[in-house]
């Protein structure tokens, strides 16, 4: 009999189906937050709204809502990079609940910003899937990990250069409007504590199954 300890289990990936679905509704979704007038106005995430009038829904609606289509069309790219690359470790239904997590997670963290009375848009929670799957992609062979080295090594340096601490909202001349740097770092972060969490529920599965067995 064996008694070594079993090496950690490779990770899943999500099937080509599954990833193409995933990306379908994630475009389908933004188009209809964006395109059509009722649910962009009651979409994004307006603080006095929210704070006020009791509008808690926009906390899971603003990172689906874009100001313009060509705002839209980068993000769009962006997810279907994203997703792509962290449906080498992860199954569609792990992919989609880190990113609305995330997500939701921006919008609490900018309920605490006062300076930021409107937003919408998906770069903060795609910051915090692209780190969330970044780290995944270290537990794979070959190219994967290396991809997830330059991953977390990418969004660690955006988060850093940005320096949202000092500055939450920087005009962008080339977009036309504030890009809102705090949101991405505080996706990175919601990223980050959505591995820690799942590596955690991760190490009590196996005590949980030994215990119900003996």
């Known amino acids: 009999m064996r008694t070594d300890a079993a090496g950690p289990p490779a990770p899943a990936g999500a099937s080509w189906s599954g990833l193409l679905a995933a990306v379908a509704l994630v475009w389908a979704l933004s188009a209809a937050f964006t395109f059509l007038p009722w649910w962009h106005a009651h979409g994004l995430y307006l603080r006095d709204a929210v704070r ?4 808690w829904w926009r906390l899971a609606t603003a990172m689906w809502v874009h100001l313009d289509g060509h ?19 992860a199954r569609v239904r792990g992919l989609l ?5 995330c997500g939701i997670a921006v919008q609490l963290v900018l309920l605490r910003v006062p300076a930021i009375a409107w937003y919408g ?9 692209a780190l969330w799957g970044a780290l995944g992609l270290l537990r794979a062979p070959g ?14 340096a955006k988060v850093w250069v940005e320096q949202s601490w000092l500055a939450p909202v920087a005009f962008d001349p080339a977009w ?10 505080a996706g990175a972060v919601a990223g980050l504590l959505c591995w820690v ?15 119900a067995a003996a």
Not at 121 to 129: C, K, W
Not at 197 to 211: D, F, H, K, M, S
Request: proline letters at 1%; a positive charge.
């Open 121 to 129: 848009g998906l770069s903060g929670a795609l910051h915090g899937l």
């Open 97 to 101: 609940l880190v990113l609305v997590a």
């Open 197 to 211: 969490l799942q590596e955690w529920w991760l190490a009590r599965r196996p005590a949980r199954e030994n215990g």
């Open 176 to 185: 036309g409007f504030g890009v809102v740097r705090v949101a991405h770092a």
């Open 71 to 89: 705002h839209w069309l980068a993000d769009m790219l962006a997810a279907t990079g994203v997703l792509a690359i962290c449906a080498r470790v």
């Open 52 to 55: 006020v009038e009791g509008q």
């Open 143 to 156: 190219l994967a990990r290396l991809t997830g080295v330059l991953l977390c090594l990418g969004v660690l």
